[in-house]
């Protein structure tokens, strides 16, 4: 083995072995196991949800594979419709041009043009995360399988009656000129003003005040809303208004939806233009009345001088003719939500317009009641009642999209508008009889991506047609998603299997939290703290980090903000970690939380453990390569601590099946950490050495413990390869002959089963009294600052003979790790030298000082030791004090500066009490 642990060196070599040797590709004998990947969009580039969502996925295949399940991870990505639309159009546009100009058959091949060119990186960076999807079944969601399925479960739906047109209030991205959904609306508070006018009555008698943050609207108001049991208002309700500006009267109606304690308790009701006045008016059965064309400009059915206008111009003209005619009461200041969209970053607008709809509430009751009886089951369950609550108030769903890149509806329509579902034009002819001189033309809109990611479990595997794979891995075994798309893709992938495969599409729903920063910020470009995976993975220089994080930003001003606080929080860049620290990192913080903080100190830390890792192998191969392990004829005897590391091990194997059975994978990196790092590698690796560096150990006894440090370390390997594949394949390949395994490669190797016969209590006891000794002694060194390597005598006093007899039996390794020179035993009437004494149970260790320190530099290291955390405490406490500090700073700022103020408080006690005891020697 190379000296130092390289990532680089070994990452890309492997997974290049392991695809090309088709590992990835289902062959285990054992039962089914099945996930289907969410699929990533085809413009996207990795980032750190997916690395996320993706590593936990990826330890699951690996784990069921080696349990010898027959595990299909099923690869693919999705044709992303306004995304892909976008990206193709902007390069048509740097060219001068317009997909008008092209045509909608000549678009559509330019952008697959493109999805042949650049639209795999995200799946080539998912396999620099390792994750072992089984490529050669990718699929597409524009791929002919997929299609077929898509339009075969259209045409059943409408047939059925489960689909059908109707106008309705959408969210409208006027920049696109398209319906999105709620998923691909981003609400965040902006700075507004919320506009007081005067509603005149018609009669002339007085008026009402109503509050707006949008006058645009106005002038398509229907009504003006009060609660019904408002006193101030009762004499008015079923009055009219003379609507300012229209010279319509509208009427003054009463509705629960109002909530009198909120401005003056009158709402203005514009059913067209916002989605709660829309139900307020469909109970009232209000006017709709769409002031905007496609483009969020001003309509025919506005008066004449606000017509042709863009809505913020409008909107301009709107409050500038309310003040002259005196009807502008006053005006705030007030913050409020703004929809834009994930796209265009264009202000969304609730417009009315014919779409195409799913009825939802007759398929989400069968889908409600396989949560309920058990078919499925959340984890945590407590999501389930999130997915209870949208699916028992769950509105039909608009599934069309004035797209040109998707699946495109089929229905025709004739020149008297009728409208014919089919298949395909010649068998909406052959159904409804037509003649082929008349005339047809298919619907130019698309459906939304969700529709076709909703039949993702079974589309996949072949359906409509009944192929091997549907039969074989249907249901498949767990859904791995976060929270904010349970109502938008889960709930939707139950009831569409249910409806066409006549059963749940998964038995189990795993859902995560969501990857946040260090302060538990949503990562965005525009706060300037998205991390890339793979800069943590390669690493990136400062110059490249803030280049790509300001890239493209036309404000100035934010550009220097993001500027200055990278430089601040990564002066030097980020250096590289690999692979496998980012991924052990990930399924630490996989907790059952709604949010993942990510700390770069986290994966730095892991990064160190891959270096123990790696060392621990390097000192076991320097010991054991052509050496008997163990594998011949020869007698093997185990030490006690060859017993109890197996023992430990055996507990290990069942606490990692239990906790990825519980999807815990933060526990299961817990109990690999403490175990590979500390039982292993501190203490093994120290107690193995013992035995293997004395003369007068037998043979048997060094075989045995050759034979065990191979065999631990090689079980370790197998334990950690679903989380960390890399640095495990590329020791195990050296550790495996060692330990008589014989496999091509461990993703393939059986994944170690707890043995309770191995469990050897008695041994993990015995142990647990040689290192509370060795770890007492140890104590008193270092806080006497005696150094390591310096071997110190040891005179016990208190003890009974069961302790003498133990401290002979297990003296090679009590006096090797905790440096003794001597030691007696001391009666309980004899007096002891001065000495620095730790307890063990009712025995005293003494250690005695004379001669070990000098005791004038001693006390005058630790008076400057104090000296210098008074100084900061002071600091730190100031800091505190400050009222401008505590007010303004982050909440995790403020808490950490009061963690150090308690962390060297208790440091200075520790080392007064230290100065007292070398004084009185």
């Known amino acids: 083995m190379d000296k130092s642990y390289d990532p680089h060196a070994i990452e890309q070599r492997w997974y290049a072995h392991w695809e090309a040797q088709g590992y990835f590709a289902p062959q285990g004998e054992g039962r089914p196991y099945c996930i289907m990947i969410p699929p990533p969009n085809v413009t996207g580039t990795l980032h750190m949800g997916h690395a996320f969502q993706d590593t936990l996925m990826d330890a699951l295949i690996r784990y069921h594979r080696m349990r010898g399940d027959d595990t299909l991870w099923q690869a693919g990505s999705d044709h992303a419709g306004i995304a892909t639309q976008m990206v193709v159009e902007r390069q048509l546009n740097a ?87 709620d998923l691909e609306v981003v609400s965040e508070e902006e700075q507004g003003y919320l506009w007081h006018f005067r509603y005149p009555l018609a009669e002339g008698d007085g008026h009402l005040v109503v509050a707006t943050t949008r006058p645009e609207t106005m002038l398509g108001d229907t009504a003006v809303a009060v609660h019904p049991a408002d006193a101030r208002y009762q004499g008015m309700i079923g009055r009219s208004i003379r609507l300012p500006l229209t010279d319509r009267l509208i009427p003054i109606i009463a509705d629960e939806y109002v909530d009198p304690e909120f401005g003056t308790g009158c709402v203005k009701i514009t059913p067209a233009h916002d989605f709660n006045d829309y139900a307020v008016g469909q109970r009232h059965d209000l006017p709709l009345i769409n002031i905007f064309t496609p483009d969020a400009r001003i309509n025919g059915e506005a008066p004449e001088a606000f017509q042709g206008l863009d809505r913020f111009d409008a909107r301009k003209r709107v409050v500038a003719a309310m003040k002259a005619l005196g009807l502008l009461e006053k005006v705030d200041d007030h913050k409020l939500m703004v929809p834009r969209g994930d796209r265009s970053g264009e202000v969304i607008e609730p417009y009315l317009t014919d779409q195409w709809y799913v009825k939802a509430a007759p398929l989400a009751a069968p889908a409600i009641q396989a949560v309920e009886d058990g078919r499925i089951r959340f984890i945590p369950e407590n999501w389930s009642k999130t997915y209870f609550e949208w699916m028992r108030n769950i509105e039909d769903w608009c599934i069309s999209r004035q797209l040109w890149w998707g699946h495109r509806i089929p229905a025709w329509y004739d020149d008297d508008g009728n409208i014919y579902v089919a298949r395909s034009e010649a068998e909406a002819r052959s159904r409804h009889g037509l003649a082929d001189d008349v005339a047809l033309r298919q619907d130019g809109d698309v459906l939304d991506t969700w529709f076709s990611s909703a039949l993702w479990p079974f589309s996949t595997l072949g359906w409509p047609d009944k192929t091997p794979e549907l039969e074989r891995y249907y249901p498949t075994s767990v859904l791995v998603t976060g929270f904010d798309i349970i109502f938008f893709w889960v709930a939707r992938m139950v009831m ?426």
């Open 95 to 181: 060219e001068g041009k317009t997909r008008h100009d092209l045509g909608r058959e000549a678009f559509i091949d330019r952008v697959w043009q493109w999805k042949g060119e650049s639209g795999g990186n995200i799946t080539r960076q998912l396999r620099r995360m390792g994750a072992s999807l089984d490529w050669s079944r990718e699929r597409f969601t524009m791929d002919e399988g997929l299609s077929k399925a898509v339009q075969e479960v259209f045409v059943r739906l409408y047939d059925e009656g489960l689909i059908y047109r109707g106008k309705r209030l959408v969210n409208w991205d006027p920049a696109l000129h398209t319906a999105i959904s």
């Open 496 to 921: 569409m299997g249910l409806k066409f495969m006549g059963d749940v599409p998964f038995h189990e729903v795993y859902v995560h939290g969501l990857v946040r920063d260090a302060e538990g910020r949503k990562m965005s470009k525009s706060k300037g703290n998205v991390l890339d995976p793979l800069d943590l993975i390669d690493g990136i220089s400062l110059d490249a980090l803030l280049d790509k994080r300001t890239r493209g930003l036309m404000q100035p001003r934010m550009a220097e903000r993001i500027d200055a606080a990278t430089r601040k929080e990564f002066p030097d860049g980020i250096p590289a970690f690999g692979t496998d620290a980012l991924r052990f990192t990930f399924a630490a913080l996989a907790t059952t939380g709604r949010d993942i903080r990510f700390d770069l100190g986290r994966i730095e830390g892991n990064r160190n453990f891959c270096n123990k890792l790696w060392n621990a192998a390097r000192y076991v191969l320097m010991n054991t390569e052509d050496r008997d392990t163990g594998l011949g004829d020869g007698p093997v005897e185990l030490s006690l601590a060859d017993r109890w590391v197996t023992s430990r091990l055996q507990r290990l194997e069942q606490e990692a099946a239990e906790h990825i059975g519980a999807y815990r994978f933060d526990l299961l990196a817990r109990a690999l950490y403490d175990f590979t790092w500390h039982t292993y590698c501190d203490w093994y690796l120290e107690l193995a050495k013992t035995v293997l560096t004395d003369e007068q150990a037998s043979e048997a006894l060094q075989r045995g413990t050759r034979r065990t440090l191979v065999r631990a370390l090689e079980a370790v390997l197998c334990l950690l390869h679903p989380i960390m594949p890399y640095i495990t394949e590329e020791i195990w390949q050296q550790i495996a002959p060692l330990a008589g395994e014989r496999g091509a490669t461990i993703l393939l190797r059986p994944y170690p089963a707890g043995d309770a016969a191995q469990i050897d209590e008695a041994a993990e006891n015995e142990m647990a009294w040689v290192q509370q000794f060795i770890l007492a002694i140890r104590r008193i060194r270092a806080e006497m600052d005696i150094a390591p390597g310096k071997q110190v005598p040891l005179m016990v006093q208190g003890y009974d003979a069961g302790e003498r007899e133990r401290y002979a039996a297990h003296r090679g390794f009590i006096d090797a790790l905790a440096r003794l020179s001597e030691v007696r035993w001391l009666g309980n009437d004899e007096t002891a030298p001065e000495a620095a004494t730790a307890l063990l149970g009712e025995t005293r260790l003494l250690i005695p000082l004379a001669g070990l320190i000098d005791k004038e530099a001693e006390l005058s290291r630790l008076d400057k030791e104090i000296a210098k955390l008074e100084n900061g405490l002071s600091q730190a406490r100031g800091k505190l004090a400050n009222e401008n500090f505590v007010a303004r700073a982050p909440v995790s700022v403020v808490e950490q500066e009061r963690g150090r103020v308690r962390d060297m408080e208790t440091a200075i006690a520790q080392l007064r009490e230290q100065a007292a005891r070398i004084q009185a020697l």
